[in-house]
């Protein structure tokens, strides 16, 4: 199945450019090819495609995988994966996830042309009520999670609202046809997944994508139950520290929900404004990556001001792609989002139980 991506992709490439030079027959030939290939590919994001799901060894899959990735990557670009241990298997069409990782993996790879690291990793996951709330489609529930990551461009936030729109491309004519995304969308959508794609410019992206667990039963819905234990919040305060407006809100409405008392700002000069002139924040909650000052500077500045303060990193990203790159240090407290009120309150608990 990836195999045949990577032929209509290098045709697509060279179509438009040659047209001129070719027969006339040649040229009707071509034209009939690419557009039943460009059919294929409408179905696919216009949900009409007939997919095969089965339970699926995703591990083995993303292992399979490894040496067309890396021939496709190039030496220039590490690939590493991460297999999760005691990995559910997905209820999924296989040759369409293999040809969606390979469509994410070469947007990656376009994305690197200095070279970089590609880190595929695989994991249980579960999303929760409060984000099947804010997110249109997703069902909370449990998914097996395959993140893709990579240290290239990134994409700008007025961008990432549009790359999964059909024929998007920010690629030269030739080089792009847009439709890789919204392909991958589609197949997601269709079998009842969820795609996220995290980015920062300059630092990379990730592509999280949930494929729904195999439960052996057509359509089990879980409605898990929130067991709350009496709140420790109350006494103490939660300074959050988040660009992104969105997840900020999530964070800071969570936190109060648990009943901490809570001060979100956008950026980490103002969090040490308010570091020095409050001593009754206990806990630092801040994104890992942000224009300006970095957590991780942050965090450096802040300890500096109050030393016994706490601190819980959030991130997109994943562990390994944050700690492999050198960003933080193995042993950091990290919560990847999205995450859920459930997490939230584990992770605080944990810190703040001892203090
Ligand atoms: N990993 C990535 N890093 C940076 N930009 C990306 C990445 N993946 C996708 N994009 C952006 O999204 C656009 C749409 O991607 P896609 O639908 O695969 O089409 P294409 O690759 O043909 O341009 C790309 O042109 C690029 O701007
Ligand atoms: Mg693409």
């Known amino acids: 199945m990836f195999c045949t991506t990577l032929r209509h992709a290098s045709i697509f490439a060279g179509s438009s450019l040659k047209l001129k030079t070719m027969k006339v027959t040649e040229s009707a030939l071509a034209g009939a090819n690419r557009a039943a290939r460009l059919t294929q590919r409408l179905l696919a994001f216009s949900r009409l495609q007939p997919l095969d799901p089965r339970a699926t060894d995703v591990n083995k899959c993303v292992a399979e995988m490894s040496e067309i990735l890396h ?9 590493e994966t991460v297999q999760g241990s005691g990995l559910w298997r997905a209820h999924i069409d296989r040759a369409q996830l293999e040809s969606a990782i390979l469509n994410l993996a070469l947007n990656a790879r376009d994305a690197m042309s200095d070279g970089g690291r590609l880190t595929i990793e695989t994991s249980n996951a579960y999303l929760g009520q409060d984000y099947a709330a804010v997110h249109a489609d ?7 999670l395959i993140a893709i990551t990579d240290t290239g461009t990134g994409i700008p936030p007025e961008i990432l609202e549009k790359v999964f729109d059909p024929f998007f491309t920010t690629k030269r004519l030739g080089e792009g046809t847009g439709l890789g995304l919204s392909q991958v969308h589609g197949f997601i ?22 494929l729904p667990r195999e439960t052996g039963q057509p359509e089990a819905s879980e409605k898990p139950t929130r067991i709350l234990a009496t709140p420790i919040a109350g006494r103490f305060t939660i300074l959050i520290v988040e660009d992104d407006e969105g997840v900020r809100a999530f964070a ?7 009943g901490y008392i809570v001060v979100d700002v956008t950026g980490g000069a103002a969090a040490l404004e308010i570091l020095k002139t409050r001593s009754d924040i206990s806990l630092l909650l801040t994104d890992v990556v942000m224009p300006g000052m970095n957590g991780r500077m942050l965090v450096d500045a802040a300890i500096q001001i109050r030393p016994d303060l706490h601190v819980l990193y959030m991130t997109g990203y994943t562990r390994n792609a944050i700690v492999h790159n050198g960003v933080l240090d193995a ?3 990290l919560l990847t989002k999205p995450f859920t009120l459930d997490q939230l309150d584990r992770e605080l608990r944990d810190i703040l139980g001892e203090a």
Do not use: C, D, F
């Open 331 to 333: 042993g950091t407290r």
């Open 138 to 144: 997703v069902a909370a529930g449990q998914y097996v």
């Open 252 to 258: 800071a409405g969570a936190a109060r929900e648990l």
């Open 71 to 79: 021939r496709s990557l190039g030496e220039r670009i590490a690939v």
């Open 189 to 210: 959508k269709q079998s009842r997944g969820h795609i996220k794609l995290y980015s920062e410019p300059g630092v990379g992206t990730t592509a999280k994508l949930y």
